[in-house]
């Protein structure tokens, strides 16, 4: 059995897949939702982004500096349109979902921020975004340094020592290590840390057939990956695709490591029985 790579209905994603440098991460991020959403209309989220981004410019010639043009953002963002973070919000996997973030104002850090970049560059702002250490974050570049945007905390915004000093501080590494992780961040980069954030969410809820798209996508992104292709396996029994199952975990036993093998052996035997069941 065969397993679709090629995502013939994702454009974004699969410029993603092919290295393109030309992408663009706001449709990305709803084709990753449409996952957990198959009829989502993405002109609805994309619409919204517009708007926002022409409220934004009409207060920009207002801001006298580049924090206050970033508090315009978080004003219009947070402050008329409730956008903001949750605790709650990391037990749930419409929180890493743009259009969902858009819906209900509630999100996680980095699908706040990819809402706060979209609305930021298409007013003109080039917001990016920063997947600094257990936070992720977006920046600006400024004459006097770069600027950053908590969007999780009500739209912050941070010089570069108040943002590495409270990085330092909530994650415990030193300075060093914390300066090389605020640099923008490369679109597959963000992808993959939504798609981490949504597997460890739907693997812990046991909802596999939401885990089998996520999946899949990561097996795509990192195609010489054991752990991905084996992580793969398990989702495919879990979400009753007993055949692709055993073919993967054939796969798998064929290159793996003495302590993965009665666990992969144990979970064939299982998909085995599984798919004689059905016929």
């Given at each position: 059995?065969?397993?679709?790579?090629?995502?013939?209905?994702?454009?974004?994603?699969?410029?993603?897949?092919?290295?393109?440098?030309?992408?663009?991460?706001?449709?990305?991020?709803?084709?990753?939702?449409?996952?957990?959403?198959?009829?989502?209309?993405?002109?609805?989220?994309?619409?919204?982004?517009?708007?926002?981004?022409?409220?934004?410019?009409?207060?920009?010639?207002?801001?006298?500096?580049?924090?206050?043009?970033?508090?315009?953002?978080?004003?219009?963002?947070?402050?008329?349109?409730?956008?903001?973070?949750?605790?709650?919000?990391?037990?749930?996997?419409?929180?890493?979902?743009?259009?969902?973030?858009?819906?209900t104002g509630v999100g996680i850090p980095i699908s706040l921020s990819l809402v706060y970049v979209a609305v930021a560059q298409n007013a003109g702002v080039?917001?990016?975004?920063?997947?600094?250490?257990?936070?992720?974050?977006?920046?600006?570049?400024?004459?006097?340094?770069?600027?950053?945007?908590?969007?999780?905390?009500?739209?912050?915004?941070?010089?570069y020592d108040e943002c590495c000093s409270w990085l330092e501080s909530l994650s415990g590494l030193d300075s060093e290590q914390i300066e090389s992780a605020?640099?923008?961040?490369?679109?597959?980069?963000?992808?993959?840390?939504?798609?981490?954030?949504?597997?460890?969410?739907?693997?812990?809820?046991?909802?596999?057939?939401?885990?089998?798209?996520?999946?899949?996508?990561?097996?795509?992104?990192?195609?010489?990956?054991?752990?991905?292709?084996?992580?793969?396996?398990?989702?495919?029994?879990?979400?009753?695709?007993?055949?692709?199952?055993?073919?993967?975990?054939?796969?798998?036993?064929?290159?793996?490591?003495?302590?993965?093998?009665?666990?992969?052996?144990?979970?064939?035997?299982?998909?085995?029985?599984?798919?004689?069941?059905?016929?």
């Amino acid at each position: 059995m065969t397993i679709d790579f090629e995502f013939q209905n994702d454009h974004e994603f699969r410029k993603l897949l092919m290295r393109s440098s030309n992408v663009d991460l706001t449709v990305l991020a709803l084709e990753l939702a449409r996952d957990g959403q198959p009829d989502l209309d993405f002109d609805h989220t994309l619409n919204w982004i517009s708007r926002r981004a022409d409220e934004v410019r009409s207060h920009l010639t207002r801001a006298r500096n580049d924090r206050a043009m970033l508090r315009e953002l978080s004003k219009c963002l947070y402050g008329t349109h409730g956008l903001h973070g949750d605790k709650e919000a990391f037990h749930r996997s419409e929180s890493s979902y743009i259009n969902r973030v858009i819906e209900t104002g509630v999100g996680i850090p980095i699908s706040l921020s990819l809402v706060y970049v979209a609305v930021a560059q298409n007013a003109g702002v080039e917001l990016e975004g920063v997947a600094a250490p257990m936070h992720f974050l977006s920046r600006l570049e400024t004459i006097e340094g770069p600027l950053f945007v908590d969007a999780f905390h009500q739209g912050e915004v941070l010089n570069y020592d108040e943002c590495c000093s409270w990085l330092e501080s909530l994650s415990g590494l030193d300075s060093e290590q914390i300066e090389s992780a605020l640099e923008p961040a490369k679109p597959r980069d963000i992808v993959i840390r939504m798609l981490n954030n949504l597997k460890a969410v739907q693997v812990k809820q046991e909802c596999w057939e939401q885990a089998w798209h996520v999946q899949r996508r990561l097996s795509a992104l990192h195609p010489g990956s054991f752990d991905q292709r084996r992580d793969l396996a398990l989702v495919a029994l879990k979400s009753n695709r007993p055949g692709l199952a055993i073919d993967l975990l054939e796969g798998c036993l064929k290159s793996c490591t003495a302590l993965d093998r009665p666990i992969l052996q144990a979970h064939l035997l299982v998909a085995e029985k599984v798919l004689a069941g059905m016929n």
